[in-house]
C-alpha cells in the first residue's frame, strides 16, 4: 500500500494513528507529516502519548488504528528489523563484550556484509561522531557521552531513512548535556537523516529541533517551530507547559467586527483572523521577560497597557530575578516578571509601590479548550 496523494516520497506520514489498551487510550488518532531531513521533537509531561508515538513508528507496538508510511511505502505491518529506521533509547544498550568499532558494525555484521565494507563504513562513522582514538573501548571504559554517541553511531551505520530517539539525553549531566545537544544537531545535519525526538525537556527541544509537536493526553495540541510555540501558543496548556507564561483567565468582548479578551488587568486584542464567539471564555499568555517593572508610570508613548500594583515578591536568580506583581484592580492576581540582575533596586524591594507595562505585541489570546498542568522536575 503506498501514501495518498499529495504525500512527498521522503517523508513520515502517520495517518489516523491511534493506540488503546481497553478503556485507555494512550493515542488518540492522530496525523502527522515529517519532511524528509526534519529533526522533530515530540514533547510533552510523563502519560502525554510522546513515546508511544515513537513506538509505534518503530515497530514496537502495533497502532490500534491507521497506517504509518515511510518513503511513500505502508510500513505499519513490518516488523521491527525490516524497516529502514533505527532506535536509540535511553540507556543505550550497547553491548558490554564488545568494544566500541564491534558494537558499531553490529548492524552490519548481521546483514552479512564484507569485511571491507564493513571496516570501511565503521571508520568513517566514527571520525562523524570523534570517537576514531576510542574504538578499542569496552562501553565500560567510556563517559556517559561517549555511550551516547556510540549508541547513535550504530544506530546510523546501515544508513537508516529514520532515527528515532528515546530520551537519549536523559542520565548525562546538565554541562555534558548540552554539548550532546549540539553534537546531536550537528550530526543530524550534516548526515541529513530525519530524527524523531521524544523529550519532556523544553529547553532541550528548542535547542535541537526544527519543529516540535506539544502533546497531552494522548494527543498533539500544537506542533508548529520553536519560535512560533513560544510567542504564539494555540492553547492554554501549550503556553503553561512551553516556556513560562503569565495566563490571564478572560472573557472575549465584540465590537463590530473587532474582538477584545477583557481580564481583571485590562483589554487586550484578538487577532483579526482569529475566530472566537461573544463572550466566550479565553485565556491571555503573556511572556514573563516582555514585562517592565518601574517605579513611575512609563511614558504615554509607551506601547502597552500600564498597571499600578505593588512588588509582592522578588528572588535573585543569576542572569535574571523573578518579580512577583500584584495589581491593585486584582489582588487575588499575581504576574511573574523577569528583569536583569543588576537592574533590581528601587521598585523591586517587596511590597513597594510600582507599575507593570503589558506590551500588546506580545500577548496571546486562545479560547482553545487546556488546561495547566505541573511542570516535570
Known amino acids: 500500500m503506498t501514501v495518498e496523494t499529495g504525500a512527498e516520497r521522503g517523508s513520515l506520514i502517520l495517518r489516523g494513528v491511534s493506540k488503546t489498551y481497553g478503556d485507555f487510550t494512550a493515542v ?94 565503521v571508520e568513517k562513522i566514527l571520525a562523524s561522531v570523534g570517537l576514531e582514538s576510542l574504538k578499542d573501548r569496552y562501553p565500560s571504559q567510556l563517559s556517559g557521552g561517549q555511550r551516547q554517541r556510540v549508541a547513535l553511531a550504530r544506530a546510523m551505520i546501515c544508513e537508516p531513512r529514520l532515527i528515532l530517539l528515546d530520551e537519549p539525553l536523559a542520565a548525562l549531566d546538565a554541562n555534558l548535556r548540552q554539548q550532546m545537544q549540539e553534537q546531536l544537531k550537528s550530526i543530524q545535519r550534516a548526515l541529513q537523516i530525519t530524527f524523531v525526538f521524544v523529550t519532556h525537556d523544553q529547553s532541550e527541544a528548542i535547542a535541537v529541533a526544527d519543529r516540535i509537536a506539544v502533546m497531552n493526553a494522548g494527543r498533539i495540541e500544537q506542533i508548529a517551530t520553536p519560535t512560533d510555540l513560544y510567542y504564539r501558543p494555540q492553547t492554554p496548556f501549550v503556553a503553561d507547559f512551553f516556556g513560562e507564561n503569565n495566563l490571564l483567565p478572560g472573557q472575549i468582548a465584540m465590537s463590530g467586527s473587532a474582538a477584545m479578551a477583557r481580564t481583571a488587568i485590562g483589554d487586550f486584542p484578538v487577532p483579526a483572523d482569529q475566530p472566537v464567539v461573544d463572550a466566550a471564555d479565553c485565556v491571555v499568555a503573556v511572556r514573563p521577560e516582555i514585562l517592565e517593572v518601574s517605579a513611575a508610570p512609563p511614558p504615554e508613548t509607551a506601547n502597552g497597557r500600564t498597571v499600578p500594583g505593588r512588588v509582592a515578591q522578588v528572588l535573585f536568580g543569576g542572569p535574571q530575578t523573578r518579580v512577583t506583581f500584584v495589581p491593585d484592580a486584582a489582588t487575588d492576581l499575581t504576574v511573574i516578571c523577569l528583569v536583569p540582575s543588576q537592574d533590581v533596586a528601587g521598585p523591586y524591594a517587596n511590597d513597594e ?20 498542568k505541573e511542570k516535570p522536575t
Open 353 to 372: 509601590p510600582a507599575f507593570l507595562n503589558i506590551p500588546d505585541t506580545y500577548a496571546v489570546v486562545s479560547t482553545e479548550p487546556g488546561h495547566p
Open 28 to 121: 488518540a488518532p492522530t496525523d502527522l507529516e515529517v519532511p524528509d531531513g526534519e529533526f522533530l521533537a515530540l514533547l510533552g509531561p510523563s502519560g502525554s502519548g510522546k513515546t508511544t508515538v515513537l513506538r509505534l513508528i518503530g515497530g514496537f507496538v502495533r497502532p490500534s488504528t491507521g497506517h504509518v508510511f515511510l518513503d511513500g511505502q505502508d510500513i505499519t505491518d513490518l516488523p521491527i528489523f525490516d524497516r529502514p529506521c533505527n532506535t536509540v533509547f535511553q540507556d543505550y544498550a550497547l553491548f558490554p563484550h564488545m568494544r566500541v568499532r564491534d558494537n558499531i558494525a553490529f548492524g552490519l555484521s548481521v546483514r552479512h556484509r564484507p569485511r571491507s565494507e564493513i571496516g570501511e563504513r
